[in-house]
């Protein structure tokens, strides 16, 4: 296990800079998940940490060691890719023990190290099988088996979890978290999807356009995102949003207006952006005036998008009401935890 440390790291292809000088703290044995939509660079954050991608400039420590111009294979690390990349010629043992081979292992040391991962994993009864005996998920468990063998300090994961289907990412994101607690290998896994990042992390590093855009614990970033894209990116379903200004009585929008508590001081007219969460809203007498335009039962919640104005929202409610599209609606955001940013800059207003 080891720390890693990233210091004005940036790249460029040619004259396009993809990577803009980030600066990247994991500790030792934790579990960092880099997030961010498609283009983002966190793939390529995580190539170059395994050294799969030169860097330009900045800096990129695995322990005491800079591993800038080492070559992957002596950085100590294991990555585990979206294709699983199994030799189909190779049973699940062979498969897993490869590497160690390649080393110039003893026989008995592959075997046991293989025979440790595999009871780990549950694949001690497939290992005399080819991948194509294997369902999906069993392949993704011999991919990260063969990391686990290795016994590396960092494990980097890259988007892994893509090409299962839903109930299987579920299971596995379990998996794969239970596997981090048992080991306490230092993780780097990158995801687009957000909901991985917020079970399955110690930390999120939220990353758009090359650039960090927030690091904090998974509810530090739900409860309290620093700017308009982290609101609008982490939760499922998103932060409602809406524009407005400063008036005299709080928050004037479009159709609407409610009071601001917590945010005396700000100057009448200034342009600022409302967000509250879809959980966080409730029927009231007053509030926003909303019309129902879908509703989409889930068993345990009843999400509704409704328009008020111009503009869209959703509400999710525990409780059962009998809501059907053109109803009338009148919705309020709990004041506590309701959130301002400066339309302008996109930051958060305190």
Do not use: W
């Amino acid at each position: 296990m080891a720390e890693v440390t990233i210091r004005d790291l940036r790249k460029s292809y040619g004259a396009h800079p993809v990577v803009h000088g980030v600066d990247v703290d994991i500790r030792n044995g934790e579990f960092v998940v880099l997030v961010g939509p498609s283009g983002c660079g966190k793939s390529t954050l995580l190539r170059m940490i395994a050294g799969l991608e030169a860097i330009t400039s900045g800096t990129i420590a695995i322990g005491e060691k800079v591993v800038n111009n080492l070559p992957p294979a002596e950085r100590d690390i294991a990555m585990v890719f979206q294709n699983y990349a199994l030799y189909p010629h190779k049973t699940v043992g062979a498969n897993m023990g490869f590497a160690l081979k390649m080393r110039g292992m003893t026989k008995t040391e592959i075997d046991t190290r293989v025979a440790r991962a595999a009871e780990i994993l549950g694949l001690t009864p497939y290992l005399g099988r080819y991948p194509r005996e294997l369902s999906g998920g069993q392949r993704q468990r011999v991919a990260m088996g063969r990391a686990i063998v290795r016994d590396p300090q960092v494990f980097l994961f890259d988007e892994p979890l893509s090409n299962l289907d839903a109930k299987l990412r579920v299971q596995m994101r379990s998996e794969i978290r239970e596997l981090h607690q048992r080991l306490k290998t230092t993780t780097v896994y990158v995801t687009h999807d957000q909901i991985e990042a917020m079970t399955m992390a110690d930390k999120i590093v939220v990353m758009r356009d090359g650039r960090i855009s927030q690091v904090g614990a998974p509810l530090d970033l739900y409860d309290r995102p620093a700017n308009l894209f982290v609101a609008g990116f982490i939760g499922s379903p998103a932060m409602n949003l809406i524009e407005g200004e400063v008036g005299p009585a709080g928050f004037v929008g479009e159709t609407f207006s409610l009071p601001l508590p917590g945010h005396p001081g700000l100057a009448a007219g200034r342009k600022v952006t409302l967000g509250f969460r879809p959980e966080h809203l409730h029927l009231a007498d007053t509030g926003i005036p909303a019309e129902v335009v879908v509703v989409e039962p889930t068993g345990s919640e009843t999400h509704i998008l409704a328009r008020t104005g111009a503009r869209e929202i959703v509400a999710v409610f525990r409780e059962r009401h009998g809501f059907k599209p053109g109803d009338k609606i009148t919705l309020a955001p709990d004041p506590s935890v309701m959130h301002l940013f400066d339309t302008e800059t996109g930051l958060r207003l305190e």
